[in-house]
């Protein structure tokens, strides 16, 4: 991994419940899984209901989403969804 960072945003009608920087985001989109680094390409994907997977330092934590749309641009992964659980 390259040490770098990127944003991560995960908002939901509520707020925001994810507003910080990470290594890796690996989602489930309707088209299959799509991991996230520093300096992916601009893209958008609609979400399917399942985990949203956050690697950080090396640790990994989950969010469970259902459904909702991402988008990656200049480093910063918005993710819009109508409800987001963190795992505890």
């Not at 009608?13 to 890796?24: F, L, N, R």
């Not at 893209?43 to 469970?64: A, H, K, M, P, T």
């Not at 459904?67 to 409800?83: K, P, R, S, Y």
Request: charged share 30%.
């Amino acid at each position: 991994m390259t040490g770098k960072k990127f944003q991560l945003r995960i908002i939901t009608p509520v707020g925001k419940k994810v507003d910080e920087q990470v290594d890796m985001v690996i989602m489930r989109c309707i088209d299959g899984d799509w991991g996230v680094l520093a300096g992916h390409d601009k893209r958008s994907g609609v979400l399917s209901c399942g985990d949203i997977r956050i690697i950080q330092e090396g640790n990994e934590r989950r969010i469970s989403a259902r459904g909702g749309i991402a988008e990656n641009q200049d480093d910063v992964l918005t993710i819009l969804t109508q409800e987001a659980l963190l795992y505890e």
